[in-house]
Nanobody, 121 residues
Framework: QVQLVASGGGMVQAGGSLRLSCAAS?????MGWFRQAPGKERDFVAA????????YYADSVKGRFTISRDNAKNTMYLQMNSLKPEDTAVYYC?????????????????WGQGTQVTVSS
């Protein structure tokens, strides 16, 4: 049974930084981050393969966010820099035993509980 525990959210001013973590238990390969703002759908943010050699980003976060993972710790990270008020959302980590780093929620089998990120202007 795979479990994901996300942490690291908080409140920050525009231009600031936060780092999210997602600790996983169980055997997984591809991991990713999604976010959901109030009244909106859950959107893709970033994903990476097991080796970390292939990473994918939504256009809205390219150049500002960096996804990474430490397989020895079975933990994934999302470094978020130059945060904007429009980045405010609940951030969810996701994982799958598949090899494809998809951008749709249906590409992932396991989800963390979500962590709130609030960026004030």
């Amino acid at each position: 049974q795979v479990q994901l525990v996300a942490s690291g959210g908080g409140m920050v001013q525009a231009g600031g930084s936060l780092r999210l973590s997602c600790a996983a238990s169980g055997r997984i390969f591809t991991m990713g981050w999604f976010r959901q703002a109030p009244g909106k759908e859950r959107d893709f943010v970033a994903a990476l393969t097991w080796s970390g050699s292939s990473t994918y980003y939504a256009d809205s976060v390219k150049g500002r966010f960096t996804i990474s993972r430490d397989n020895a710790k079975n933990t994934m990270y999302l470094q978020m820099n130059s945060l904007k008020p429009e980045d405010t959302a609940v951030y969810y980590c996701a994982a799958t035993t598949g090899w494809i780093a998809g951008t749709r929620t249906g590409d992932y089998d396991y989800w963390g509980q979500g962590t709130q990120v609030t960026v004030s202007s």
